[in-house]
């Protein structure tokens, strides 16, 4: 399984970004619908943490520091996560990794927010 994650990059504080994760390879077919899909980031000095979690009923749990700000979304067909990050804070700089199942990892991109 192959976890390939885009869309980061350098902002400003308050302005947003969109991290899309596309899952591929293992043949994952339908599992992909009823799979838990996941965002998690990493600062630098600090361990990974959880950012959003979406599963196979479309249901979502969020990071308290996020909640209100970041949407995690999946489109099946397309076999394609995402997050909406608004009104991004400096704190929120780090690296984005997708995660398929608790099991396979993408290999990150970096978010940086500037004050």
């Known amino acids: 399984v192959q976890l390939q994650a885009s869309g980061g990059g350098l902002v400003q504080a308050g302005e947003s970004l969109r991290l899309s994760c596309v899952i591929s390879?293992?043949?994952?077919?339908?599992?992909?619908?009823?799979?838990?899909l996941a965002w998690y980031r990493q600062a630098p000095g600090k361990a990974r943490e959880l950012v959003a979690v979406i599963t196979g009923d479309y249901s979502t749990d969020y990071g308290d520091s996020v909640k209100g700000r970041f949407t995690i979304s999946r489109d099946n067909p397309k076999k394609t996560l995402y997050l909406q990050m608004n009104n991004l804070k400096p704190e929120d700089t780090g690296v984005y990794h997708c995660?398929?199942?608790?099991?396979?990892w993408g290999q990150g991109t970096q978010v940086t927010v500037s004050s």
């Open positions: 995660n398929f199942q608790r099991q396979w």
């Open positions: 390879g293992g043949n994952i077919g339908s599992l992909f619908s009823i799979s838990e």
